[in-house]
């Protein structure tokens, strides 16, 4: 997979793609990440990327003509244009099931916001879908991009190594993770539930089965359908 990702603040990407997974994905060639800096696609002396929103208000409005140069630049730097994504409060919100959907495509094109947001014109000549990564505001789309990266690229082709799966962990199957246990045998008064020390790996299975069911009705009904409850 290929994902550029159009911001006005490269920087902040560089930590988060140079350690552990992401890293590891990106030096087997599972993934290949690109910034564009929008800021290098204005023409004027100052390179202003923003402006006052027409009609009055708070705040400024990231303007359309640096962001499209920026977008057809980056277009042409791969043969396909792949699914084009603004990350937006107003967007759609970010689910597993929406990170396993991108998962299947070969590019991505991100576009993170600043400001109070894009001009109108860019979602609607690009024709971008919106994405939000839960209901409350971020200074920006940039650690948006960076959580849906992160959600995407684990569930690549041997992103994880061979000792880890994505299949059996939360929101996998709609539910949350059954409680995980390692030495010592027991903490602070604290042990380790009998069966997981038993052997008996059918048990084991009905268990944590169970404990997910358990945790998901407890902790977020909201995500089981009505059969479970
Ligand atoms: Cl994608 N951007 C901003 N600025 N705020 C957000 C968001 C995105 N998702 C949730 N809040």
Request: hydrophobic residues 40%; contains cysteine.
């Amino acid at each position: 997979m290929r994902i550029d990702i159009l911001t006005l603040f490269p920087e902040m990407f560089e930590s988060p793609l140079k350690h552990s997974i992401l890293q590891r994905a990106q030096d087997q060639g599972i993934v290949s990440i690109a910034m564009a800096n929008i800021r290098d696609f204005t023409t004027d002396k100052y390179h202003k990327v923003d402006d006052r929103p027409y009609g009055g208000g708070a705040g400024m409005v990231l303007m359309p003509v640096p962001l499209f140069d920026c977008f057809e630049h980056v277009e042409k730097l791969a043969p396909t244009r792949g699914r084009v994504i603004m990350l937006t409060p107003q967007g759609e919100p970010f689910r597993q099931a929406k990170a396993q959907d991108l998962a299947r495509e070969d590019r991505l094109i991100l576009i993170a916001g600043r400001y109070e947001g894009f001009d109108e014109r860019i979602r609607l000549g690009l024709n971008a879908e919106q994405i939000s990564i839960g209901d409350y505001v971020l200074n920006g789309g940039e650690l948006a991009a960076m959580v849906l990266i992160d959600a995407v690229v684990r569930l690549l082709p041997g992103a994880l190594g061979d000792e880890m799966s994505a299949q059996d962990e939360s929101f996998a199957e709609g539910l949350l993770e059954y409680p995980h246990y390692t030495r010592p045998e027991v903490f602070r008064d604290m042990r380790v539930p009998k069966i997981l020390l038993s052997g008996d790996h059918a048990k084991i299975a009905a268990w944590r089965r169970q404990q997910s069911l358990e945790r998901t009705r407890m902790w977020r009904p909201d995500l089981l359908p009505p059969a479970h409850e």
